[in-house]
């Protein structure tokens, strides 16, 4: 049985099948989320529910105190065009925009997180309610990578490790030897683990 967890939910259904997994694990939800992004449908699975402009941290934190939340989770994504038109950044959010030195999606998800932790609200893996959808290590196709296909997975998997801190929410393709780089317009606030085709390529690393 679980107790209080916050959820800082964007945009995408994972929220929702997060917090609908987390009430049949016995948690109550106490859900953080962003006008015109998060499904509403999410307040469905919550005990509570409270809706925030970006930049809000200090209304978001004491939304959290109310309920007695000490452990949050954040997923979900935010579109960077409207992030200019519903905005509403507070004192603790221009503090923590004014100390960056880089501003990527990576670096403004882990000052966000290294704020709330300071004041004394955990952030968790998003996925340790839901381990079963973490990729598993290994081949996923009938046949074995070639020699060739190896060299790519490792230049990929090494270039995604170094990378992660300036294109979170990108994509890398690769093929003998190079690569393409697709960049979304959302971030994201992506699952603490490692996931996806990295998962398959990590045995040859």
Do not use: C
């Not at 994972?14 to 948690?27: C, L």
């Not at 960056?100 to 704020?115: C, K, P």
């Not at 290590?137 to 990929?156: F, H, N, Y």
């Amino acid at each position: 049985m679980g107790d209080r967890l916050g959820l800082i939910a964007g945009s995408g259904q994972f929220p929702v099948i997060f917090a609908r997994a987390a009430r049949e694990k016995g948690w109550r939800i106490h859900a953080a989320a962003y006008k015109d992004e998060t499904d509403p449908v999410l307040g469905e699975y919550a005990a509570s529910l409270e809706w925030f402009y970006v930049g809000q941290i200090k209304k978001m934190i004491n939304y959290f105190r109310r309920h007695g939340v000490s452990q949050a989770v954040m997923m979900g994504g935010i579109n960077k065009p409207k992030m200019f038109t519903h905005v509403r950044p507070d004192a603790k959010a221009i503090a923590l925009i004014a100390g960056m030195r880089h501003t990527h999606d990576d670096a403004l998800l882990r000052g966000f997180a290294d704020i709330l932790h300071k004041e004394g609200i955990e952030i968790l893996p998003s996925t340790f309610l839901l381990p079963e959808m973490l990729a598993p290590a290994g081949v996923w196709t009938k046949r074995q990578p070639s020699k060739r296909e190896r060299k790519d997975i490792a230049l990929g998997l090494s270039i995604a490790k170094k990378s992660a801190a300036w294109i979170s929410g990108s994509a890398l393709s690769f093929a003998m030897g190079a690569y393409w780089r697709l960049r979304p317009s959302k971030v994201r606030m992506p699952p603490s683990n490692v996931a996806g085709n990295w998962a398959a390529a990590s045995q040859w690393s």
